[in-house]
């Protein structure tokens, strides 16, 4: 396609089955009604380069009301800002932040016609997810450059949430890279187009009206990578795979790494330079229709024979991802070599403070 969308309101070339992203913009300031609250979680779209670890835990609850909530944001406050006495962090919280986040069930009890309140179809491989690993009530997700205090803080904030049990969770790392920019489990290059600044954000991450205006809906899908037999096989074919190069991420169409994914761009013999199969093919927006995704995703390693990737993406409408993976089921070469072990969706509450707690919105 010689002619592409904008960014705005598209996916371009992204990788749902294996990105890991972030894009940042500053929270929005204080409002005069609530001080010290902001619009957003952070974890999100905050900070702008993520920080290098990360560690999530799904829950089942059966407690019969949120009114827990606001005493889990004073904790989740008291360990981010380092108001904590009991030890947790003892260095203090560094670069801690902790995102808070609820599942469908949870969200319809309250109103069905809440964003979030909607569970994710079945995709293609899901058959392989053990039971009780494709849903959830509650996601707590922490991250931070020091790996060590993250178990310690889940741990401290679990024990809050009443009548829970684990589903399951995973700790997780993410490589160097320039601004947005890390290479995921494969040596790809993602991160490369995502939405950028207030406006593209408010688009298509922020739910923008009603309680919940702030809130994001995020989807969860720990993937797991057939990474050795991946990289058995050449660069050429590993990059025809992708739809992009390997060592600078640029599409095989053409131009440098934050150009647009041509998908009419042909060799002099007459064959698509971005493969019929392509990543980067199957996910363009002239097929999905899909808004922009914030991809926010971490690689994991428990072990030789189970690495891969924790996809994690947040949008305002829950179409954005189920499109682009129903797409992606169809035509990825990709998926040949990722099988899903843990999946779901959760609504990230909107910012909270002392003065307006976790969940007030509800």
């Known amino acids: 396609m010689s002619e592409q969308p904008t960014r705005r309101g598209v996916i371009i070339g992204t990788a749902v089955g294996i990105a890991g992203l972030s894009a940042g913009v500053a929270l929005t300031p204080p409002s005069a009604s609530s001080p010290s609250t902001s619009r957003f979680q952070p974890g999100i779209a905050s900070p702008e380069v993520p920080q290098h670890f990360g560690h999530l835990v799904v829950l089942a609850t059966t407690a019969p009301t949120t009114g827990w909530l606001a005493a889990l944001g004073e904790r989740v406050l008291d360990l981010t800002e380092g108001r904590d006495a009991t030890g947790v962090l003892p260095d203090g919280p560094g670069d801690l932040t902790v995102t808070v986040a609820l599942g469908p069930r949870l969200i319809a009890a309250v109103d069905p016609a809440l964003p979030g309140a909607t569970a994710l179809p079945g995709f293609a491989k899901d058959d392989a997810i053990p039971a009780g690993l494709a849903s959830g009530d509650v996601l707590l997700t922490a991250y931070a450059s020091d790996p060590t205090v993250l178990q310690a803080v889940l741990d401290d904030l679990v024990a809050l949430v009443p009548e829970s049990s684990r589903l399951w969770e995973q700790a997780m790392f993410r490589g160097p890279g320039e601004g947005s920019k890390a290479r995921n489990p494969l040596g790809f290059m993602d991160g490369i187009i995502v939405p950028h600044g207030a406006r593209e954000l408010d688009e298509s991450v922020w739910v923008g009206e009603g309680a919940l205006a702030g809130s994001t809906i995020c989807v969860i899908r720990r993937l797991q990578l057939n990474t050795r037999e991946f990289r058995s096989r050449s660069v050429r074919e590993r990059e025809a795979v992708i739809g992009r190069t390997l060592v600078t991420g640029a ?12 998908l009419n761009a ?38 030789p024979d189970d690495q891969g990737l924790v996809f994690i993406s947040f949008q305002n409408d829950l179409k954005t991802f189920v499109a682009t993976q129903q797409r992606l089921d169809e035509v990825d070469a990709l998926m040949e070599i990722a099988t899903p072990t843990a999946s779901g969706t959760f609504l990230v509450l909107p910012g909270f403070s002392r003065e307006s707690p976790l969940g007030s919105q509800l």
């Open 266 to 303: 042909k060799t002099p013999e007459g064959e698509f330079r971005v493969p019929p199969h392509a990543h980067a093919r199957a996910a363009h927006p002239s097929f999905t229709g899909s808004s922009l995704m914030l991809r926010r995703s971490y690689s994991f390693d428990n072990g």
């Open 251 to 262: 599409p095989l169409s053409g131009g440098g790494p934050d150009a647009q994914v041509d």
